[in-house]
């Protein structure tokens, strides 16, 4: 109905779609990613909507239950009703009627497919048809899970177990500048504040009454402008590190109309659009910003009446009768709760923990980067990222008049003090949320200096002093260094480049500690002539394993084993910190400083019996 489309793969790695309008486009964007990508997109449906169970038995019933619990379908209703009732001619009014020509696609090739895929085929099952609300689902999934809540519960738990000092040790992050930035804020005497003790002191207690146990290489994005390149135009080139999965988060697509959209990029199936790529006049990467965008919250509950006890007083909590269909035919059913501010993970003796983001309170949003695909300078670019809510993301830009630059985007909750990372007290007023960091209040660069900018989930003083906080949980600086180095190396840059640039495989936190720890090591070492390059596989698997037991030693008099394994998954610059208290603060952890020596040496003997 939307006029005529054609989609080929040109090669394994790039769809087109080639339409007469834009919404045939979409139309031929959602047939194309059925045709390919069929599988990933229902699990991913069912994933969002707890239904895993129907199709894998009971094995996954506790991912449904989870699932349930969070209530992603209902955020998705209420945000396709948003844009079904919009003026058509709006950006949500748009947004509809492309993801109606998407979906719309999407059955026309589950209708048309004969073979399923091998994965539905070994699971005796056929996929239903997709509905509108299913890509709102995705999109709702997509930007939960782009986020680390899990962490309070580790942060809070550890925090509680540690001194002040080993806290601030261990859970430091090095800004690209060299500076340590503390985890908690503290005042001008190096102490932490009396709200963010209390804050401790309320998310112990809340995981005492709760009964709860604790559960770097980096993305990035680079723009180099045109004084640094062979063309005297800019270059960007983005690697948003998705993980390896198979088939992969990326779909490479080109979508050409003939109303004039044109762009190039990665496509996430499930909803139309380019996420990260170009068009005619700009390019745009995307990597995720370490954004504090959810909380964790303890308080009173009392089921039988269906309420919570917050800041306002007692408030109505809404009750969900559940019910989930088994492979074996059998149900599960239970019962969720949840409110404005929070939905209820777990409860034990008239306690519960929920948790909260931002799209439980505005679940609308630009899911699509329609305004994105089509942006033409540097102001219509931060102008198309204005809408898009519930997804914190650092985007880089450049274009063809020469600009380049950094944007944070997404909702960010405004707190009265960065205490984000700790379980909260849904009965304290210091600890609620204070609307959402305005969009021109967010870290943005514009034609730096230097000539060009390069984000890798680091803190950077430059973008992120003296702005509302967003994170406390950074990943070290390697990866910016490392790059920014590679980048004033050459003083013309070109697509070659910019390639080896990304394929680069030198750990720069190698090449800067090793100096500290050879100097105690009394044989020679196959490490000594190693300069970091982890392509050197025997040397980088030693180098792992050393700091691997180097941790451990150092932390094992303070921290159980499970403990220790947390520290490592959960905080990304964990080396650069066992390093610093290798260096300075060894008595903190029940060593003398003089048993550096003796830990270096008793951890590289370990690392070497392990790669034997």
């Not at 959810?294 to 909590?317: C, H, M, N, P, Y």
């Not at 909260?424 to 967010?442: M, S």
């Not at 044989?523 to 180098?543: C, H, M, V, Y």
Request: aromatic letters at 10%; proline letters at 5%.
């Amino acid at each position: 109905p939307w006029g005529s489309v054609s989609v080929a793969l040109d090669n394994p790695q790039l769809m087109t779609v080639e339409g007469s309008s834009d919404k045939a486009v979409f139309f031929g964007q959602g047939y194309g990613a059925v045709r390919f990508r069929l599988w990933q997109l229902d699990l991913s449906r069912r994933v969002g909507a707890g239904e895993l169970s129907q199709i894998m038995g009971t094995g996954a019933l506790r991912t449904d239950v989870f699932q349930r619990r969070l209530g992603l379908k209902a955020l998705a209703e209420r945000a396709e009703a948003s844009d079904a009732s919009a003026d058509p001619s709006s950006w949500q009014g748009q947004q509809y009627q492309h993801i109606q020509a998407y979906v719309a696609g999407m059955n026309q090739a589950l209708s048309d497919q004969r073979l399923l895929p091998a994965e539905c085929l070994m699971l005796k099952y056929r996929p239903r048809p997709f509905s509108i609300t299913d890509a709102y689902l995705l999109a709702q999934l997509k930007y939960f899970i782009n986020s680390a809540w899990q962490y309070e519960l580790f942060h809070t738990r550890l925090a509680g177990r540690l001194t002040p000092e080993q806290h601030q040790q261990l859970l430091t992050t090095v800004s690209q500048e060299g500076n340590p930035i503390p985890p908690l804020p503290l005042d001008t005497n190096g102490q932490r504040f009396v709200d963010v003790e209390e804050a401790l002191r309320d998310g112990l207690l809340g995981m005492k009454h709760l009964g709860l146990a604790s559960p770097d290489t980096g993305s990035n994005v680079i723009a180099i402008g045109g004084q640094h390149t062979e063309s005297g135009l800019p270059l960007l080139a983005a690697d948003p590190h998705m993980g390896h999965v198979n088939p992969g988060f990326n779909m490479m697509c080109k979508l050409v109309s003939d109303e004039g959209l044109y762009a190039v990029g990665s496509h996430f199936p499930g909803a139309p659009g380019i996420i990260v790529g170009r068009n005619r006049h700009a390019a745009w990467g995307m990597v995720g910003i370490m954004a504090d965008n959810q909380d964790l919250f303890w308080g009173k509950i009392d089921l039988a009446e269906q309420r919570v006890e917050t800041v306002d007083g007692w408030v109505a909590l809404q009750k969900e009768d559940q019910k989930i269909a088994c492979k074996s035919g059998k149900s599960h059913e239970f019962t969720s709760y949840g409110f404005s501010h929070g939905r209820l993970l777990s409860e034990k003796d008239g306690y519960g923990l929920f948790l909260r983001w931002p799209a439980l309170e505005n679940p609308q949003g630009d899911i699509t980067l329609y305004s994105l695909a089509k942006c033409h300078n540097w102001q219509t670019f931060r102008a198309s990222l204005t809408h898009v809510h519930n997804s914190p993301m650092m985007v880089g830009y450049a274009d063809i008049h020469g600009d380049i630059g950094l944007q944070a985007m997404g909702y960010i909750p405004k707190r009265k003090r960065e205490i984000g990372s700790l379980i909260l007290n849904l009965a304290n007023p210091h600890h609620q949320w204070q609307g959402f960091i305005p969009f021109d209040e967010l870290p943005v660069k514009h034609n730096p200096p230097e000539g060009y900018v390069a984000y890798a989930n680091q803190y950077s003083e430059s973008l992120f002093s003296h702005k509302c906080a967003l994170s406390n949980r950074w990943h070290p600086p390697s990866r910016a260094l490392r790059i920014s180095e590679l980048i004033e190396k050459t003083s013309r840059h070109n697509l070659e480049s910019m390639q080896a640039i990304q394929d680069d495989k030198l750990d720069i936190f190698a090449r800067q500690s090793l100096p500290f720890l050879l100097s105690y090591l009394t044989e020679p070492s196959i490490l000594s002539e190693w300069d970091g390059d982890t392509r050197n596989i025997k040397a980088s698997q030693l180098f792992d394993l050393w700091i691997q037991h180097l941790t451990t030693k150092v932390l094992c008099k303070v921290l159980k084993r499970g403990s220790r394994m947390l520290y490592v998954d959960f905080w990304p610059g964990c080396r650069w910190n066992i390093l610093t208290i290798l260096q300075h603060h060894l008595e903190d952890w029940q060593y003398q400083q003089d048993s550096v020596r003796q830990l270096v040496e008793d951890a590289y003997i370990a690392a070497m019996d392990g790669c034997s």
